[in-house]
């Protein structure tokens, strides 16, 4: 076995740049949070046109029942608001046969 004591320490690969609180170093706009407490990893892989099509086909189909929805929701009220009106018309064509004449 070597003895490792011999060997010189490692020295770090990168410089930490020390920034002053309240100074702004980021030129674009992004920051990087590293998160120490947990030893899980994301993977960000290259999405293919296959996977492309499949994301815009799904998001299409939610707009699909989003839309359908609203459009069930809007025609649910037209007959109801039709019927507020004519029972307005209706009453207002009534008032004059009910009404008292003192």
């Known amino acids: 076995m070597t003895d ?7 020295r770090p690969r990168f410089e930490p740049e020390i920034i002053p609180p309240g100074a702004s170093h980021d030129p674009k706009g992004t920051r990087i949070f590293i998160d120490q407490t947990t ?3 994301i993977f960000v892989g290259r999405i293919s046109s296959l996977q492309m099509f499949m994301l815009a086909l799904g998001i299409g189909a939610v707009i699909a029942v989003v839309l ?3 459009l069930g929701a809007f025609l649910l009220w037209v007959p109801i608001v039709g019927l507020l009106i004519a029972a307005g018309l ?4 009534l008032r004059p046969l009910f009404s008292r004449r003192g």
């Open 4 to 10: 490792q004591s011999r060997q010189p320490p490692e």
């Open 90 to 93: 209706v009453a207002g064509v």
């Open 68 to 70: 359908v929805i609203l």
């Open 39 to 41: 030893s899980e990893r």
